[in-house]
């Protein structure tokens, strides 16, 4: 390769910026549109910074999500959804790792075959499950409450499994050894199993926040109130009230997509391998 | 720490796992069974009671307002025949088939564009690849708010810079015969885990191979052809398989899309041509409280996905043996 020479990548620099480009450019439509004057925004010549209008001057102004914040409700649903993120990522995260721990490593009547039953409930669209969870919801008292956002979706089969495979790849001797020493199954989970899978505890942990600060379908069925909204769905909600005023749904977007993408910058590397670990193994 | 007085340890047990102290048996049981009850309560209230209640309910007129009574099949045959009672039901099936066959190829062709250059540069691949995958952790609600603004008739991004060209402006969304090409669009916006495996499965491509074949005296076109494409098929069959498993379903942007004006009237698009599936399901479900009718689609969509699911099985053994 290195006698392909740099001038014969410069066409694949340019393909690349082009793709790059196109992936982009709608975030800084959004970020630019959320930081104009709503008379800015509705021009014959589409700006990618927030401009005065007439003097084409710098204007940019912060009107916009103060008004989504206060008077469009998303101040509240932002809070809600780090409330949810806060609660439901880690409880998950334990539900999921004490029952992959298990799965892995302590041998008991049944097990396997219980491991079988459990992959073979997750080629059950969600959608089917969609209209009896709500039942079951309504059932323990949960619909339209934080807990029905929550416990719902509590356990994950996949990240199970995903935890099951790494757990199972862990040298066992690790763990004989601590228990000849007297260490109980709890005492090897918490001291050797969770501190040498940090990795993908990651992993896992990071797509489930992406995954649930982003949903939109289990909140939209589950809560009527506006005041439990989380940001995604008062995030449609305020597309559909104020479908004529880009300025605001754009500053909304924004809100919504800025603490996924800071945590993308600081994760990459870590969610880069976990997709294609995930995504070969399957 | 502890581990590495304990990692000293194995060469003494030469035999780990085997060995067990008398008595530790049936307490591991215990501590097995107490380990994944929490997962196992949430499997039988939140997965299997849900899946077995919607089989169920799809064989009644179950409303809402009154107690579910048994009518058999009937809803099944309703769904299927009567285009009275649900006259978009095939209207939604031909959206989501020509959904999945333009949205998935060109996912992937986007995917695969999008690897093959990434793995030929070693400076700045990796600010590409995260650029390149920035639309993927973005929530489906604020895709679709971004995009009605982008493909806005008047101020959109997108018919301005058609406009450089001379094309004149659409109205996307509101065109039925574009209405599937623009979320088609969409969706190859989205393609970064696609390209990130089959960025994987190009990285597993030994440099022997492609060396040899330069040697050899084969082209790019040659070596993309001869070794890139069957090297990468495992790749292209797995993500056209959970692609099309997934574009079946397509359902949030949909949604979003499609809500915007008049608040609950959601209606699947100018004469229903972005209608797909799964948003057909919902507007049964959730807007006409029709939950007998709804459990009966979600079973056929099951259905239907379980003989794809099949058939790549099929194809997979084949492919081995």
Redesign the interface.
Known sequence: MRTAGKAR?AP??I??VL??A??????L??LA?SFKHGSD???K??SLLPLDRKTGEWSPTLENYEHVLQVGGLGQAFLNSVWVCLILVPGKLL??A??A???AR????G?DK?FVV?LA?M???????????I??TQALGMFDSGWGLI??N??S?LD?FLLRQFFMSL???????????GAG??QIFW??II?LSKPVLAVVTITSF?FH??D??WP??VLNDPELYT???A??QL???E?GR?YY??A??AL??IP??V???IF?RRI?QG??FT??K? | ???PV??D??A??PL??R?R?PG?GRR??V???L??A???I??V???????L??LY?SFTDWNLRSAPNWVGPANYFDLLFDDVRYPHFWKSIRVTLQYTLIAVPLTLVTAL??AL??N??RR?S?L????????V??????V???????Y?P????VN?FLGLFGIPGQNWLNTPELVIPALSFIAA?QCG?SM??Y???LKGIPDSIREAAIIDGAGPVQRFRRIVVPMLRP?TF?LLV?GVIAAL?V??LV??IF?????RSVTGGPEQSGLTY?LH??LF??RYDA?GA??AM??I??LF??II?ALQFRFVKQEAS
């Open positions: 990548l694949v620099y393909a690349l793709l790059a196109i992936s982009v450019i709608p975030f439509w959004m549109t925004v509705y021009t010549v589409p539900v999921d004490l029952a721990y298990a799965f302590i041998p008991f009547p097990r219980l459990l409930g080629m059950v669209p969600t959608i089917t499950l969609l209209v009896p969870r039942h079951v416990l719902p509590v356990a089969v199970i040298p066992g001797e690790l763990e004989e050894a601590a228990r000849i020493d199954r709890m001291r050797i501190p992406i600060w982003n939109l379908v939209l069925v940001l995604p769905l995030l449609q597309a559909s009230s479908s880009a749904i754009m909304g977007a919504a997509v996924v993408i945590v993308l910058l990459q880069m997709i294609a995504g070969l399957s | 720490m502890a581990s304990l990692a340890k194995p003494v047990t780990p796992g060995r102290r530790s591991d049981h501590i097995g069974w380990l994944i929490p997962a196992v949430y499997f209230i939140f997965l299997l009671y849900p899946a209640a919607a309910y564009a999008q250059l990434i030929t540069i700045g990796n590409f690849r995260l650029l390149l995958f920035l639309p952790v973005t929530a489906e609600a604020a679709g708010a971004i995009w009605r603004w982008l806005d008047q101020y959109g991004l301005s916006w885990i990130i495996i960025l994987a499965g790749t797995y959970t379903q359902f949030g949604y979003v809500s915007g004006g008049g608040g799964v399901l919902y479900a959730f939950m709804a459990c979600s079973f969509l099951f996905i379980m699911t």
